[in-house]
Structures are given as structure tokens and as C-alpha cells.
């Protein structure tokens, strides 16, 4: 107990040198702190807009769909499914969705692109679709116009109230065509979309292609954050042969790719905070046991064993390096917390999976405070282990003659 004592007292012995090896850890954790939180809020946030802003969470397809699409993969009976699906409890919404390519064309301009019907009604209660209608109309249960992204206006040279030409292929082998009025442009946000995906109403897709009461997948949401495999397994034992639920790490499996390996690169930047802190954390403890060698040496004299003197340098330095966790915490807390609320404005639009981002939020999350206090602490430990072994093998003669 008194070699604690005379540990605690030590750390205020050397004021300036604690002070500067105290900041050090201080900022390692608050550093360290931050990017853990930004980096979890920032891929919070990409998950956020792909998956409750557009993708879904959870999509139910036909088995072998995400393997080769196809016109011809449906959901069967797709309106009784919808009605046992609204009855789950993680559901708290499904969007039904038809996929098929076509030529549009407006006067002597054409373009091709992807048809999209959607449910007026429940894609805006699952994902807000309305708020991306910039102009014009949105669609309602008894549209007879389509949507058009603003890339394919552009294209098309064409403006609300046009006439769109659709020229597909029904389920059946037939040329489906018809003519829509434009109703509305949708500017979602999702470059890669709005250049080429014209919208309608599912009803009148179905008709067009012969694919009565039939849909590609219908998207799923819960809310749950992070209840993806949840609700997949939830809605597993209710869906009909030949149809799978699946997560959106198995639907954007690339995209979950690509972000786990940024995620990954991200904490290279942590490494090196934390070998920039244990290199100065090394260079100060040093010094103190190479200054208190006279000090150690009379110890030793005294009595006092190797193994004493080593837990004496050791319980000083897990003493600062705890004071200075606490220290980082007061400062992290706020920080988190205010980039949390606030975000971060990105200098130039980030550009992700075809989605633009101009604002970073970090997460408030436990992993952000319980990390770095435990990679501190070990990298105190670690370091001090060599200068500790140094004053414990202190020769009592030698020292007291050399100072």
C-alpha cells in the first residue's frame, strides 16, 4: 500500500514533466475518441440514407433474382403477401417494386433507361418518395402520368406536361408501348438514378407487362437501427416457395464491401495517433527513471527489491494514464455530442454509391469512449514496461557514485 501512496505522491513531484505526458494521453484519447465516432456516425449516416431512404433493409425477392435478374423473377400474389407482411411485428413498412428496361423518347429524342413501378401510397410511407418530387406532381393510386428523373429530362430535352413515349417488353414476348404524360420531375440525390429511372404507377407497370399481381421485390423496413437479420428472420417462415428475404449486406453487397474496407482503412489513422502518443509516452517516462536513477538507487539500498521498484514506475504511470482518461472523457463527451447534433459540413459534396452526402454526423457510441481508454491504457503499459525494468535492475553503487 505505501509503494501506491509513493507512486500517487511521485506524479506531483515533476509537475511539468506529468503535465506534458498527461496531454499527451489526454489528446491520443480525445483524438482517437473522435474518429471512432466520426467514423461510425459518417458510415451510420451512408447506411441511414441507402437503406431507410431509398433501398430498404430488408428486400424480398425471388430465390435466385440477386444472382441474375430477370423479368421473368417475380413475387407471386404480391398483394396477399403485402397483407401478411403489414401484420409482422419488426415491419413498420413494405414497398412493393417492378424493375424492367425501356426506351422513352420525347419528339425526335430517346433514351434508355429503367422503369420503375412503385405504390404511390406505400413507398411514400416507407421512404418520404414524395419530398424528391422537385417539380410537378407527385404520384397519386389513379395516376395516369409517370415520373421522370432529372437526368432523363435533361436528356430528353423535355418539361413537365411532355408526353413520354415507353417502349418495353411484356412478360409475355409482346412489345409493350404506351404513352404517359410527365407529371413530375424526382431529384433524389442518387446521381446514378435521376440520369436514367422513369416512375410509375405499379398498377398500370403490371398491365404493361403482363405481370398481374406480380412484383421484383418488396422492399422492407424496421425500426430497429440495426435489425436488418432480424427482421429477415422474422419474415423468413412467412414468405411462399421460392421467394427468400434478404439483408441489405446481401443486396448491396458490394457497397458493404467497399465500406467495410474503408471502415478498415480508417483506423490506420488511429494506429499512428496511438504510436505518436506511446513514442512520447516512452520518451518521458525514460527520462524520469534515467533523472531518478540516484533516487532508485538509495531505494535499493534501503531494501527495497527489483520487483517493488518495478510496480513503483508501473502503478505511477497506470495512475496518469487513468487521471487522463478521465480528463479526455470531459473533453470527448461534448465533442461527440456536439458533432452528433450538429454534424460535420463537408468542404466539397462526397459522392457514395451514387449518392451525394454534404454533411458527417459522429455517433455518440459506447466503442468511441471504451476503446480508446483501453488502447491508452495498454499503450502505457507497454511502453513503461522497459523503463520500469530499467530502474528495477539499478545498481545501488553504481547510481549513487555516478550522480
Known amino acids: 500500500m505505501k509503494f501506491v501512496t509513493m507512486a500517487f505522491r511521485n506524479i506531483f513531484r515533476q509537475r511539468r514533466r506529468s503535465f506534458l505526458t498527461a496531454l499527451t494521453m489526454v489528446c491520443a484519447f480525445w483524438l482517437t475518441s473522435f474518429s471512432i465516432a466520426f467514423n461510425l456516425g459518417s458510415y451510420g449516416d451512408i447506411i441511414e440514407t441507402f437503406t431507410r431512404k431509398s433501398y430498404g433493409q430488408v428486400k424480398v425477392h425471388e430465390s435466385t433474382y440477386l444472382a441474375s435478374q430477370s423479368l421473368y423473377k417475380t413475387v407471386h400474389n404480391a398483394d396477399s403477401l403485402l397483407r401478411v407482411l403489414d401484420f409482422v411485428p419488426l415491419v413498420s413498412a413494405a414497398a412493393p417494386r417492378l424493375y424492367t428496361g425501356a426506351l422513352f423518347s420525347v419528339g425526335n429524342r430517346t433514351t434508355f433507361g429503367s422503369l420503375v413501378g412503385i405504390d404511390p ?111 429477415a428472420d422474422q419474415v423468413a417462415p412467412i414468405l411462399p416457395e421460392q421467394t427468400t428475404a434478404f439483408t441489405w ?92 447534433i450538429k454534424g460535420m459540413t463537408l468542404p466539397e459534396p462526397m459522392t457514395y454509391g451514387g449518392m451525394s452526402f454534404t454533411t458527417m454526423h459522429a455517433e455518440m457510441n459506447l466503442a468511441a469512449f471504451l476503446i480508446p481508454g483501453i488502447v491508452v491504457l495498454f499503450t502505457t503499459v507497454v511502453v513503461t514496461l522497459w523503463p520500469a525494468i530499467m530502474a528495477s535492475q539499478t545498481t545501488p553503487a553504481e547510481s549513487l557514485r555516478k550522480n
Open 121 to 231: 401510397v406505400r413507398e411514400e410511407k416507407a421512404f418520404g418518395f414524395n419530398r424528391h418530387v422537385t417539380v410537378g406532381n407527385p404520384l397519386t393510386p389513379n395516376s395516369n402520368s409517370v415520373l421522370v428523373g432529372s437526368g432523363v429530362l435533361k436528356t430528353l430535352n423535355a418539361s413537365v406536361g411532355d408526353t413520354l413515349f415507353v417502349l418495353t417488353q411484356g412478360a409475355d414476348g409482346s412489345m409493350a408501348n404506351e404513352l404517359f404524360p410527365i407529371g413530375g420531375v424526382v431529384s433524389s440525390g442518387n446521381n446514378q438514378a435521376d440520369r436514367s429511372t422513369v416512375y410509375l404507377r405499379l398498377n398500370a407497370m403490371q398491365e404493361l407487362l403482363v405481370l398481374e399481381n406480380q412484383v421484383h421485390e418488396i422492399a422492407l423496413l424496421s425500426d430497429l437501427k440495426n435489425g436488418a437479420r432480424k427482421l
Open 249 to 340: 449486406q446481401e443486396f448491396l453487397s458490394s457497397f458493404y464491401r467497399a465500406m467495410q474496407a474503408d471502415q478498415k482503412g480508417g483506423y490506420i489513422s488511429l494506429v499512428i495517433i496511438m504510436v505518436i502518443a506511446a513514442g512520447g509516452i516512452l520518451n518521458t517516462v525514460l527520462m524520469a527513471v534515467l533523472e531518478r536513477r540516484r533516487e532508485y538507487g538509495l531505494l535499493k539500498a534501503l531494501g527495497t527489491t527489483p520487483i517493488q521498484l518495478f510496480s513503483l514506475v508501473m502503478i505511477e504511470m497506470i495512475f496518469l494514464s487513468f487521471l487522463s482518461v478521465g480528463v479526455g472523457m470531459l473533453f470527448a463527451v461534448p465533442t461527440n455530442l456536439w458533432f452528433s
